[in-house]
């Protein structure tokens, strides 16, 4: 890549800084003064700024559980942003693979791999996400039947035009559901369970295809392991 990229890819200089930290002879690139922008270079070569040595940062991966009152947008608005919790380098590069609302507690990707995000949220990839759903009344009987056999089939949502795709719905206490979705709709659990009558209170995302929480503990993340990136 150009110099001047690989600048702005290992430090917070932009473009326009990065070519006036060269113009005042201040990298060195294996040993020598390089003032041309478009000089090539690559992971391999030895780029000195200032006396510091620069490599690239490479592609993250990234799971973290993500707490209550923390957003997934790329902009900080009322709450803090998800990725403010990750300590690494160009944080700001890692983006969230498909996103949970504020009050939405659980698993959460982060990368800055688009093609691997791509990956785990398209719905014909058929990654399943696994969520506790808190219900504010039991589920149970004649009427879980038919909500089971609803989810399977999908259903048409306010403002949809299409249905959902197949959803697997089961109950581990009359007011607990785990539901297993295979896209990522805006609000599609709240709105599914809103669909057959019932109001979602707590919502907790647990797995993401063969990923989980694991030991995590609410704010702490880790980065995927090479086996654990390849799974998808």
Known sequence: MRLDRFLCETTDLTRSLAKKALHREEVLVEGRVVKNPAT?????????WNGEHL????????????????ECSARRGLYPLVRELVDLPHVERLQT??????????????????????RVTSPKRRCGKVYRVMLDEPLDGAALDDAV???AEGLL??????LTRPADLAMRSPCVAELTLFEGKYHQVK?????????????HR????????????????????????ALF
Do not use: C, N
């Open 191 to 203: 709105r599914m369970f809103a669909a057959i009558g019932h109001q979602v209170v707590a919502l």
């Open 55 to 70: 490599a690239l940062v490479g592609l993250r991966y990234v799971m973290l559980h993500k707490p209550e009152g923390v």
């Open 40 to 48: 090539q270079v690559d992971d391999q070569s030895r780029v000195v």
């Open 97 to 118: 693979v498909g996103r949970l609302d504020v009050d939405t507690t659980g698993l959460v990707l982060l990368t800055d791999d688009g093609q691997w995000s791509h």
């Open 157 to 162: 949502l306010d403002g949809e035009e299409k």
């Open 206 to 229: 647990e797995s993401i295809g063969p990923l989980s929480l694991g030991e995590l503990a609410p704010g702490e993340w880790r980065e995927l392991s090479e086996d654990e990136v």
């Open 149 to 151: 056999a609803r989810f």
